[in-house]
């Protein structure tokens, strides 16, 4: 799957309503990552408050836990036909 390709991104969020998608090792259950390429909140804020963790020496940034919340609850609640939860700063 090529996440970078616009065109293909924009066809995964329309046509299968995916914001997201899960990478994992077969060899190891805990080693996963999410990519999130379909968020409510723009990239630069959701960068402003990304928490930074060091894994095998490489840094790794990851969204907060309060944006990574609101983006889930904002997607189960689109699916389900209720409106769309407004983004809040901390």
């Known amino acids: 799957m090529d996440l970078a390709d616009e065109i293909k991104r924009n066809s995964l969020i329309?046509?299968?309503?995916?914001?997201?998608?899960?990478?994992?090792?077969?060899?190891?259950?805990?080693?996963e990552i999410d990519i999130?390429?379909?968020?409510?909140?723009?990239?630069?804020?959701?960068?402003?408050?990304?928490v930074v963790f060091e894994i095998y020496g490489e840094k790794i940034p990851t969204i907060s836990?309060?944006?990574?919340?609101?983006?889930?609850?904002?997607?189960?609640?689109?699916?389900h036909g209720r409106c769309k939860v407004p983004y809040d700063d901390p």
């Open 65 to 79: 836990i309060h944006d990574l919340i609101k983006i889930k609850k904002n997607r189960s609640e689109a699916r």
């Open 14 to 31: 329309k046509e299968k309503r995916m914001g997201a998608m899960n990478f994992f090792n077969q060899d190891s259950p805990i080693a």
């Open 36 to 50: 999130i390429f379909d968020s409510p909140i723009p990239y630069e804020e959701l960068k402003s408050r990304s």
